[in-house]
């Protein structure tokens, strides 16, 4: 591409407020745009740099240093390609979508690459007082799904267990949407009847029922133009779920006492720490809902699949559960939260940490402040010595039991039996 042509591109990236830069094949930036020099650039000069040296401070490239590299992706398939990166800034490291073009010449050879760069926003690679907070390859690849999806109206679908912040997840999607300016509403479906669930979600009409004495907008019609999401939809009723696809592949609804066909305009998110396919083969929940509310599924990882955003995510929860007081944590105290597996998630990491916070006097936590009972039958067997295998596993039910908040029938899938076996274990005498 001669020189001219090169810099007929500078010129038109140039108008773009996204953030770009041109790099040839050896990783040589060639040049920046404006809104690059501004957002990522670092005082020096970028022309004649490696995009590596710069985004992540490497003296080789990404994927020599564990990364996937779009640019070499694209040299071998000649096609775009997308990744999510953590890039340095001048505000830190910070989560950056990445999305890299090829550019031929006139003979059709591959001569350049641009790449233009989003920073996601309410994702943070650092303690932060709010929002998602992760950097490991776990917490990135699901964060690139979200980036991906978010535009989109397609239905997400977030699956997980108990406590990996599935509503935080939803409200990223949202932001990150083109329905970001208008409602993010929450309707959580855990324990719904069935008068509940439809006043609540279509609303009714005076007079509709004894002491409907006013109209009530639902749900639906509140989150009108924005987000609606369905927090724990396993949960629904199977005679409660064909209102809800009725709902979804008409688009319309009646308040409760109504007559006249309301018009429904909202994006659907949907999260559950069920599995709903097994649910499908049981019949337990219908299989047209399923996929309809499932068009773009994103696993949340458990925090024992992201051991290393432990550390990162016990300083942000700190920083929340005590935003005046400037506690950490004694490395012993670290490295015993970094050993367990956390069957409770984020939500039991929170916990752990607020009841130490009440134990600590001063600015460090140590690991006597810990509750003894976060690493459960394991401690149990160090203050006991050995004890009988059977006790030992009931020890082990019991507190595995208690960390599912008395979920049965997910403790038994993750064990790999039956309920009823689970059972029998956890009553040997009955």
């Known amino acids: 591409m001669p020189n001219s042509q090169l810099s007929e591109l500078l010129s038109y990236l140039n108008n773009k407020p996204e953030p770009h830069i041109v790099m040839d094949r050896n990783y040589t930036i060639v040049a920046a745009n404006m809104a690059y020099r501004t957002q990522h650039g670092d005082a020096k000069p970028l022309v004649g740099r490696h995009c590596y040296e710069v985004s992540h401070h490497f003296t080789r490239p990404c994927d020599e240093a564990g990364e996937s590299c779009p640019l070499k992706l694209s040299a071998a398939t000649g096609l775009p390609q997308r990744v999510l990166h953590l890039h340095h800034t001048p505000r830190g490291e910070e989560h950056v979508d990445v999305e890299l073009t090829p550019i031929r010449d006139a003979k059709g050879d591959l001569i350049y690459f641009v790449e233009m760069m989003h920073t996601i926003r309410g994702a943070s690679a650092s303690p932060s007082a709010q929002g998602l907070v992760g950097r490991s390859t776990a917490f990135s690849a699901m964060l690139g799904l979200v980036r991906r999806v978010a535009q ?235 004890v009988p295998l059977e006790q030992a596993e009931q020890n082990y039910l019991q507190w595995a039991l208690k960390q599912h908040e008395g979920d049965r029938s997910t403790l038994a899938r993750k064990l790999g039996i039956s309920e009823r076996t689970l059972y029998r274990k956890l009553h040997p005498q009955n």
């Open 152 to 386: 989109s109206e397609a239905a997400v679908m977030l699956l997980g267990e108990s406590g990996t912040g599935k509503e935080l997840v939803a409200q990223a999607v949202h932001n990150a949407s083109a329905r970001a300016n208008n409602p993010y509403v929450v309707v959580d479906c855990s324990g719904v009847t069935e008068t509940l669930f439809e006043s609540e979600l279509f609303g009714y009409e005076k007079g509709a029922f004894t002491g409907a004495t006013q109209r009530k907008l639902g749900l639906v019609e509140s989150a009108s133009g924005g987000t609606l999401f369905l927090d724990e939809v396993g949960d629904i009723p199977l005679a409660l779920q064909v209102k809800l696809l009725r709902l979804l592949e008409t688009g319309t609804y009646r308040r409760v006492g109504g007559v006249e066909p309301l018009r429904a305009d909202f994006r659907l998110v949907s999260a559950t720490h069920k599995d709903l396919k097994a649910m499908v083969e049981q019949g337990s929940f219908r299989k047209d809902l399923y996929y309809r509310i499932s068009t773009f599924p994103i696993h949340l990882p458990a925090l024992s699949e992201r051991r290393d955003d432990i550390p990162l995510l016990a300083e942000a929860l700190l920083s929340r559960i005590n935003p005046g007081r400037k506690l950490h944590l004694h490395q012993d105290t670290l490295d015993r939260l970094s050993a367990y597996d956390f069957p409770g998630n984020i939500r039991e990491l929170r916990n752990i940490l607020e009841r130490a916070s009440l134990m600590t006097d001063g600015d460090t936590i140590m690991p006597e402040h810990l509750d003894p009972e976060f690493i459960g039958f394991r401690m149990r067997e160090r203050q006991e010595g050995i």
